[in-house]
């Protein structure tokens, strides 16, 4: 099977990402705009750094600072190119902004992507393999009825078991999806995915005994820090429970032991719709569940406000801090040990404090 060119890629740009792309105009400075939809989108992505918004919509202010006038909005999964990125006085825990086109942006709504096309695999393994998501959105759609429709949106940095390669609605090479919560194959342009190493998620320091790994998590600091034998090997920001929602939704205070590893796992209703605003955290990386009644530590692709609580219950983890979690709490979980058959290890593993 032939891998994508560049060239092939862009002529399915508009059905792989929705029909969202932005194009250059003439002129020496008019590719710095964000524009309408065109054909040479991936072009001008790579150009220099990108974000995308990541809630309904974010406001621009003329300045670095949210008492200043609203320039424009952008809604949900719009693409702008950051140009400088600032310290400004407020807000103390995350003071960053970006300028923009046109002004600045707070950076707490939005994820920082990058576009990177992979060469389809000719095969794949029959258990599923892992494959994370590297373009900043990839529609995905299912077979039904002989008809192909729309589902889930794929995000930067998701985590996904890909089942086998082949045909696509557009002809190319496309990934079949197995989702452990809906039980429904789906499928995405397999350039838009990248099969992950075995060695990328190998477990760390496995050997080390139980006792002598442990995780406490700071409520008050919005912190998490990673002890090995004494030793801090991590600490990190993170995002615990907002509370507030309408039921329960603070992160419980309490001792409890990682008990199951999901290294994708679909949080939300289950709802088999395409809508971008429905509650559909499809592939939410690195999942540590640490009580029976879903609460977990986990990457989170859909704010970077580390430092506030943001979730509804869980421990929210930027995605590299959530895989190191991963690879390195017990139980410890190598490629073979889960599948689409399994999708998940169990077992008595580190204790986490949380205060």
């Known amino acids: 099977m032939s891998s994508l060119s560049r060239r092939d890629f862009l002529k399915l740009s508009l059905l792989a990402l929705g029909g969202l792309a932005f194009q250059r105009l003439g002129g020496r400075e008019s590719w710095r705009r964000p524009l ?8 001008w992505l790579e150009d220099g750094d990108l974000v995308r918004v990541a809630v309904s919509s974010v406001s621009v202010y003329r300045e670095p600072s949210d008492s200043s006038p ?8 719009a693409l702008l190119h950051v140009y400088e990125t600032v310290t400004a006085p407020a807000p103390a825990y995350n003071p960053v902004w970006y300028r923009v086109w046109g002004g ?4 707490a709504h939005l994820q920082r992507v990058r576009v990177q096309y992979n ?4 095969e794949v393994r029959a258990e599923g393999q892992l494959a994370e998501v590297t373009v900043p959105y990839t529609q995905t759609y299912r077979l039904r009825d002989r008809l192909w429709q729309p589902l889930y949106r794929l995000y930067y940095g998701t985590v996904h078991w890909i089942t086998a390669v082949e045909e696509g609605p557009d002809g190319r ?8 919560l809906v039980r429904v194959a789906y499928y995405a342009p397999a350039s838009h995915l990248r099969p992950i190493p075995e060695e990328a998620i190998a477990p760390l320091s496995p050997d080390v005994p139980l006792e002598k790994k442990r995780i406490e998590v700071s409520l008050q600091q919005q912190t998490l820090t990673c002890y090995e034998d004494g030793n801090i090997v991590l600490q990190t920001r993170i995002s615990s429970g907002l509370a507030g929602l309408g039921r329960d939704t603070a992160t419980p205070k309490g001792e409890y032991h990682i008990q199951s590893k999901y290294p994708s796992k679909h949080m939300g209703n289950g709802s088999l719709a395409s809508d971008i605003e429905a509650y559909e955290l499809v592939g939410v990386p690195w999942t540590c569940f640490f009580t029976g009644q879903g609460h977990a530590l986990h990457g ?7 430092g506030a609580p943001m979730s509804r219950g869980c421990i929210n983890l930027t995605i590299p801090d959530a895989l190191f979690i ?8 190598a490629a073979n040990d889960t599948s689409i058959r399994r999708p998940y290890k169990t077992g008595f593993g580190t204790a986490l404090s949380i205060f």
């Open 104 to 107: 600045y942006v707070h950076r």
């Open 300 to 306: 989170a692709y859909w704010h970077d406000n580390f």
């Open 326 to 333: 991963f690879r390195w709490c017990l139980p410890a979980v």
């Open 173 to 180: 090479p496309w990934y079949r999806i197995f989702d452990e």
């Open 36 to 43: 309408v939809r065109g054909d040479d989108w991936g072009e």
């Open 70 to 77: 609203i320039v424009t909005t952008w809604p949900r999964d």
């Open 119 to 122: 060469d389809p695999l000719r």
